[in-house]
T-cell receptor, first 111, second 113 residues
């Protein structure tokens, strides 16, 4: 059973606030990812990690940052939230090529 | 570069109708191909995959065949159910160390009773 968790599921926050979206997995996967999903459903890779102490920027430029100090944990931080950051954020992990396990997502609204 | 082109939706079908969602790809080398499904309010989950030409992936009544000659990986199901209503994503693997995927834009399927 694949277990990957994201908290919070829903977040409404004011402009300028700092937020951290949490992502944890219990499968021991080395590779983890963050995607931004727009209302048109398209997925954009914003960050990924090969393993502990490894982080890379994805295809879509993002003002967010990530860290990977433990295998199971891959949090995403926005230092100063803006309305343009309103979106759904999906976390995923992988061990086998192409097989990614996704969390349920965090729906972020910045007012 | 590598990319996936997916049939645009939305698609609305009656229960028990036949489903086809088209997917074509552009890639260097020989990627693996995938279909993911996203049910309302959830993350994506792997539906099926094919790792080489002529492979057929299948799961839950869905099928897709890796066609190298037409660079396609169309999703089919013979008889859809209301519970199949979801968004379907075609994807191909990038042969990088991070197992990255290139996703299509997604096709929303609604099945009506």
């Amino acid at each position: 059973e694949a277990d990957i968790y994201q908290t919070p599921r829903y977040l409404v926050i004011g402009t300028g606030k700092k937020i951290t979206l949490e992502c944890s997995q219990t499968m021991g996967h080395d590779k983890m990812y963050w995607y931004q999903q727009d209302p048109g459903m398209e997925l954009h890779l914003i960050h990924y990690s090969y393993g502990v102490n490894s982080t890379e920027k994805g295809d879509l430029s993002s003002e967010s940052t990530v860290s990977r100090i433990r295998t199971e944990h891959f949090p995403l931080t926005l230092e100063s939230a803006r309305p343009s950051h309103t979106s759904q954020y999906l976390c995923a992990s992988s061990e086998v090529l192409g097989e990614q396990y996704f969390g349920p997502g965090t729906r972020l609204t910045v007012t | 570069g590598d990319s996936v082109t997916q049939m645009e939706g939305p698609v609305t079908l009656s229960e028990e109708a036949f489903l086809t969602i088209n997917c074509t790809y552009t890639a260097t080398g020989y990627p693996s191909l995938f279909w993911y499904v996203q049910y309302p309010g959830e993350g994506l989950q792997l539906l099926l995959k094919a790792t080489k030409a002529d492979d057929k992936g299948s799961n839950k009544g869905f099928e897709a065949t890796y066609r190298k000659e037409t660079t396609s990986f169309h999703l089919e199901k013979g008889s859809v159910q209301v519970s199949d209503s979801a968004v379907y994503f075609c994807a191909l693997s990038a042969r990088t160390g991070a197992n990255n995927l290139f996703f299509g834009t997604g096709t929303r399927l609604t099945v009506i009773p």
